[in-house]
């Protein structure tokens, strides 16, 4: 019989399946202590668990991590994994080293169902969901490698769109947040999407303290939809509605990202545009040039072009920043990967 992997299993499956197995609730406890915060999947070195409990777990589970199936290391110490699944697909996941923490971005799904037409992972198509542990595997094998500083920060911007997973990616946060878990606050998790209105609603009334990203890359719908054809059912107008939710439920600003792509949202108008369209929501730009993929219609602006572009905004809204892209040697730069470089802001609290 094939046992079954325990690796993303929350608290609360864990104490169900003691209470199956005949033993007490809190051993499923135990048991989510060890998996992911004392980093221990071999049943028996885990002292605090009965042999009984030992030999019953080990008889059906087992916790096993995911497999690199190839590492890259960029010119500017940007690293890619790429990881092998149990079904064969592949996903990445990017180490964003900057001064002396790092970030991490992860995938939520193998490919991404909304085809956006500047993104190399909208053109793969769409695969499937990551479950929470394949989504959790990836962090785990990085504090596996580099120990428990091995990032500070995490961003839900690699493969795919997180909110259109989001009850596994909400598992995952609260495994990753847990103190007898990874034991990183929610505040240090930034959830990035093109705008799924519902789900923002619901992120926010989760409770879970995390950040939000909203990839704009455009002020206008007519512009938006050009880029990102599957968002018609989410206008802006509605967005920005959501993002001040967002922004009142957690008390913090919501981050736009905005994609400069040369001669199509660069311009005057659409700086005009854009700071009409965010006013009355706490938030801040994030301003990047776009890093173009094989066969994208769009260009890169050049960087005279985006700093111009950050300039002219920032006196509009309440704080920009322009980042660079990261990782670019190593095609690890999706876009939204980024590393600042200059940063405008009127308040504090960034
Ligand atoms: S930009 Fe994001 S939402 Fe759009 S296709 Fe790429 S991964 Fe999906």
Redesign the pocket.
């Known amino acids: 019989m094939e046992k079954i992997n325990l690796l993303g299993s929350t608290i609360g499956e864990l104490e169900n399946l003691m209470l199956a197995l005949g033993e007490p609730k809190y051993r499923g406890r135990q048991l989510f202590k060890w998996f992911y915060c004392l980093r221990q999947s071999d049943f028996k070195k885990m002292s605090d668990l009965p042999q009984r409990v030992q030999q019953k777990l080990a008889k059906g589970y087992i916790f096993i991590g995911l497999s690199v199936a190839k590492k890259s290391q960029s010119i500017d110490g940007t690293q890619k994994f790429l990881f092998t699944l149990h079904d064969g697909k592949y996903i990445e996941t990017v180490l964003i080293p900057d001064k002396d923490k790092a970030t991490v971005c992860v995938s939520s799904q193998i490919g ?1 169902p ?3 037409g500047f ?1 190399a ?2 053109q793969m198509g769409f695969m499937r969901n990551l479950t929470a542990g394949e989504i959790i595997g990836q962090l785990l094998y990085l504090r596996d490698l580099y120990g428990d500083n091995a990032f500070e920060n995490i961003v839900f911007m690699g ?3 997180p909110l259109l997973n989001h009850d596994n990616m909400i598992f995952s946060i609260r495994i990753i947040s847990s103190e007898i878990g990874l034991s990183l606050s929610a505040k240090k998790i930034t959830v990035s999407t ?1 705008g799924i209105i519902p789900q923002i609603y619901k992120l926010a009334d989760s409770g879970l303290k995390v950040n939000l990203a909203i ?1 704009l890359h455009a002020a206008t719908d007519d512009k938006r939809l050009c880029l ?1 054809p599957k968002i018609k059912a989410y206008p802006l107008r509605d967005l920005m509605e959501a993002a001040k939710y967002f922004a009142r439920a957690r008390k913090r600003r919501v981050t736009f990202e905005y994609i400069l792509f040369d001669g199509f949202n660069d311009t005057i108008d659409d700086v005009k545009n854009l700071s009409n369209l965010i006013k009355g929501v706490p938030c801040k730009i994030n301003l990047l040039a776009y890093n173009p993929i094989q066969g994208s219609p769009y260009r890169r602006p050049s960087e005279e072009k985006v700093n111009e572009f950050g300039k002219l905004l920032y006196p509009r809204v309440p704080a920009v920043t322009i980042r660079k892209s990261r990782g670019g040697d190593i095609e690890a730069a999706c876009g939204q990967l980024a590393g600042k470089f200059v940063k405008y802001d009127k308040r504090s609290d960034k």
Do not use: A, K, P, Y
Request: proline fraction near 0%; hydrophobic fraction near 30%.
């Open positions: 991404c909304l085809t956006c993104c992972t909208g493969m795919g769109e093109i990839s990102m």
